[in-house]
């Protein structure tokens, strides 16, 4: 029995020894990023960007997420990032556990998950923690994106039923005839 009391205390003390290298390192749960200062809620957001003209950036997360953590300890506070999310979009903050229909609405059913909206419509998408320079690059095709007066999901649409077209007119030719033109 003592040797179990020993393995336990000791147990113990490990873990306890982790939690706290860990809070010293900033574990635990981070800030929530000034850049999300202002905003109630999701629907607030989407009211307010279509009044204004402007894209709402939905940032979800949640406590329990090492990454979102992570990320609202670095990435969302970086001057750059910041700077391009205050010019470009209209910010808000969705915690998952706290808002289920934000949460849903957003399809985040993994976390971290960055989505872009205009007029309410997802317009581009992004999950998990990625480095500074492609969240920069992926944040400015998304606004591009999202500017454009032909949404990606038309263009990209177009294109693919533009192929398709192209290969089965191919496929309908007679092997020793000359290939149509594409439209």
């Known amino acids: 029995m003592n040797r179990l009391l020993n393995i336990l205390g000791v147990a113990s003390a490990i873990i306890v020894s982790i939690l706290i290298i860990q809070r010293l390192a900033g574990g635990g749960v981070a ?6 200062q202002g905003r109630s809620s999701l629907e607030a ?33 970086e ?29 985040a059913f993994s976390v971290p998950t960055t989505v872009i909206l205009k007029d309410g419509k997802q317009v581009a998408r992004m999950e998990g923690l990625v480095p500074h320079d492609a969240y920069a690059q ?5 606004y591009e994106q999202a500017r454009s ?11 693919f ?7 089965v007119q191919a496929a309908e030719q007679p092997s020793n ?3 149509a033109p594409p439209k």
């Not at 910041?82 to 399809?107: G, H, M, S, W």
């Not at 007066?149 to 294109?159: H, K």
């Not at 039923?161 to 290969?167: G, P, Y």
């Open 31 to 36: 800030p929530t990023p000034e850049v999300f």
């Open 45 to 77: 957001a989407i009211t307010e960007a279509a009044k204004s003209n402007k894209v709402v950036f939905a940032f979800a997360t949640a406590d329990w997420c090492p990454p979102c953590q992570q990320m609202k300890r670095t990435l969302l506070v």
């Open 79 to 107: 001057p750059s990032i910041v700077a391009q999310i205050n010019r470009d979009f209209l910010p808000v903050y969705v915690d998952i556990e706290k808002d289920n229909a934000a949460a849903e609405r957003l399809a």
């Open 138 to 142: 992926w944040l400015t095709a998304a």
């Open 149 to 159: 007066a032909t949404p990606f999901v038309e263009r990209a649409s177009d294109e």
């Open 161 to 167: 039923l533009k192929n398709i077209q192209k290969n």
């Open 177 to 179: 005839a000359p290939a």
